[in-house]
């Protein structure tokens, strides 16, 4: 009851208290670890585009997927948890069963990303090469974030914090951290085909004896089917955003800020439209969502959109560091990013509030839907926001 109470909070004060004490840090630290991924990004990024160009055509649905399915399993361990259907503890059969379905998971819709990329490029032997690079990097990739995931939502859990405030953002932040370093972890790997088949090796074996201690239910399936035709829809619609990056990669690269700062766009933004989500996916599922338009859903947008500021220029001031670092070239504060970036946070927190509720009535699991649906509509909103700020600057 107490946690239950904590949760809600005893007022319109523990939403800003929530924002600023809770989510706000996990923010901070989320846009620092996005950086990381960053100076992949802008270090290979060259390489990447003259030499394996159907990776950024897959790269921000691969992102957002990831994102997708291990922010939906973070919604869903804090509905379980709070149910009290699922113990706080990464031995509980039911964190072994959701890793392994959210990772099979994972592999399904690269096929249709691929497709896309492999399409719109045209290279057979490139295309071939990228589908097992992705391929092998999404399962260590998936394996990590399995656990990840699982520990984050359990141990605010525990010390009476809210999971919702915390789990989604942090692990769709520590799944870009790892997406594009693993990717170009194995894309350099290819070439030398002995440690690759070892490593392939390695990850089915992994596989294969997660799904056999996870001991699957029917119920497992028919959850998994749900969150299967969300994810893989979403997949083919996120191949906008790749479309997009792929398009106009030569204008990004140009601008070099952008080519180190795009992971941190799409990530905080999908990250502040899933806090929004998976708290009203876990009110309905509690029974304790208000009116439509109520108070207390719009001072937390308010808050968090003002939050957006701050989160828009650490992200801007580190990302002149990371390219004077990389590059050696002086980049400057980009005010039209810094001033319109809370407008795009502003429009994906809607979209994700209305999408937890349209779910509920239309039958399916808010927890299914919700995440998922809005960090891929939070990609294609920053991949245009990102495209039109550098077209302004070149």
């Given amino acids: 009851m107490s946690l239950a109470v904590g949760r809600n909070g005893s007022g319109r004060q523990s939403f800003i208290r929530d924002a600023l004490l809770v989510s706000f840090p996990a923010l901070v630290v989320c846009v620092f670890l996005d950086f990381f991924s960053g100076v992949f990004l802008g270090k290979f990024f060259t390489l990447i585009r003259t030499r394996y160009p159907i990776i950024l055509v897959i790269l921000p649905g691969l992102m957002g997927m990831r994102g997708n399915i291990f922010g939906a399993l973070a919604s869903r361990f804090s509905t379980m948890l709070y149910l009290g259907e699922m113990e706080p503890s990464l031995r509980d059969r039911k964190v072994m069963r959701n890793i392994f379905l959210s990772i099979v998971l994972s592999l399904i819709p ?4 691929w497709t896309v990329g492999a399409i719109k ?4 032997g490139v295309a071939v090469a990228v589908l097992l690079i992705v391929f092998m990097s999404t399962v260590y990739a998936s394996l990590i974030l399995g656990y990840s995931t699982a520990l984050v939502s359990i141990i605010p859990f525990k010390k009476g914090l809210d999971p919702d405030s915390v789990a989604a953002p942090v692990i769709t932040s520590v799944a870009d951290l790892i997406t594009v370093p693993l990717l170009v972890g194995f894309m350099l790997l290819y070439p030398h085909r002995s440690q690759f088949a070892l490593m392939t090796a390695v990850a089915v074996f992994l596989l294969l004896l997660l799904g056999w201690r996870a001991k699957l239910t029917k119920r497992d399936i028919e959850n998994t089917r749900e969150l299967l035709m969300v994810v893989g829809g979403l997949a083919l619609l996120s191949s906008i955003s790749g479309s997009l990056l792929e398009s106009y990669s030569e204008v990004i690269e ?3 800020i952008f080519s180190v700062m795009y992971p941190m766009v799409l ?9 929004i989500g998976a ?20 001072l937390e947008i308010g808050t ?16 002149i560091g990371v390219v004077r670092f990389l590059f050696g070239k002086t980049v400057g504060i980009v005010l039209p990013f810094i001033l319109l970036y809370p407008f795009i946070v502003f429009v994906a927190m809607w979209v994700a509030y209305f999408t937890a509720i349209l779910g509920d009535r239309l039958g399916l699991d808010p927890d299914n839907v919700t995440v ?3 960090t891929t509509l939070a990609d294609i909103l920053s991949t245009l926001f990102v495209v039109l700020v550098a077209r302004l600057m070149v």
């Fill in 110 to 113: 690269v096929i249709f990303l």
């Fill in 121 to 124: 490029v045209g290279d057979p």
């Fill in 254 to 256: 140009k601008t070099l």
């Fill in 267 to 275: 990530d905080t933004t999908g990250n502040i439209g899933s806090i």
């Fill in 279 to 298: 708290k009203t996916s876990t009110k309905i599922h509690l029974g304790e969502l208000e009116g439509l338009f109520s108070r207390s859903i719009l």
């Fill in 304 to 319: 968090y959109t003002a939050l957006a500021f701050p989160l828009a220029l650490i992200g801007n001031l580190i990302s």
């Fill in 372 to 374: 998922p649906t809005i």
